[in-house]
């Protein structure tokens, strides 16, 4: 008898061990499903905008060719894709894509249409209100809120060697430089720090003020600050340029 009971008491754990592995199985598969076609729509949005838009001006030209590089880039990860991070990735990839499609419909004075979900790459580094123009090594880099003649490359916000830069509209992609290797690197950051330094800033303008006028707000409750947290200020907790970035008139 107990030897019986024994049995089925093995029986029954097996059971349900196989229904368990089976369940986990189902589950990670619909999740991997569910995940596949959320980045494949995102990434077929993408498609209609890049085929559909057109413009002369070097803002529009500019923000669709960059539109078009993360599309190619998005169906190429998508192709390869075998687990849920790199369809995220893919996902992501699009939703940078439609960012700067995004910023070409308003490079065209047209309706730019929904808010897109926000990019993990560019969480808490806010968007530029504000522009403003520096010098750096008797080069002139220019920076604002909208597209124009001097700004014709959008960048949709992120992290240069760890420092935020928020979005908007530069006369140069010097962020492309940051992203190379050493003297190139030099140079990127040399343009950040004078971007954003406090040493530009407007009198009388503290971290509120700043923070108001200066850039947009990345999400959360920065409050004013640029990173996150609770800097009310200071720029991502480091000293980007100086330190204290409430003070500029970014």
């Not at 169906?75 to 894709?81: D, S, T, Y």
């Not at 808490?124 to 010098?135: K, P």
């Not at 979005?167 to 343009?191: E, F, H, N, Q």
């Amino acid at each position: 008898m107990e030897f019986l009971l024994a049995v089925i008491l093995v029986a029954l754990l097996v059971g349900g061990l196989v229904w368990w592995r089976r369940e986990s199985t189902a589950r990670e598969a619909r999740n991997l499903a569910d995940t596949r076609a959320d980045a494949q729509r995102w990434y077929e949005r993408l498609g209609g905008q890049v085929m559909n838009l057109h413009g002369d001006s070097p803002a529009v030209r500019q923000a669709l060719v960059d539109a078009g590089e993360r599309y190619n880039a998005a169906g190429g990860q998508l192709e390869q894709a075998r687990t849920v991070q790199q369809y995220r990735l893919a996902r992501e990839t699009a939703l940078e894509g439609l960012a700067y499609a995004r910023a070409a419909r308003i490079a065209l004075g047209i309706d730019p249409g929904p808010e897109l979900p926000p990019l993990a790459s560019a969480q808490g580094a806010g968007q530029l209100t504000r522009e403003r123009e520096v010098n750096v090594q008797g080069q002139s880099f220019r920076a604002g809120p909208q597209p124009g003649q001097a700004t014709p490359y959008y960048y949709p916000g992120g992290r240069m060697q760890g420092r935020p830069v928020p979005a908007g509209w530069y006369s140069t992609p010097w962020w492309k430089t940051a992203l190379g290797a050493g003297a190139g690197v030099l140079g990127g950051m040399l343009i950040a720090d004078a971007l954003f330094s406090p040493a530009f800033a407007d009198p009388g303008y503290g971290a509120e003020a700043g923070g108001q006028e200066g850039f947009g707000d990345g999400g959360g409750d920065q409050s004013g600050d640029f990173g996150g947290g609770d800097q009310a200020g200071d720029f991502g907790g480091g000293d980007f340029g100086g330190g204290d970035f409430g003070g500029g008139d970014f």
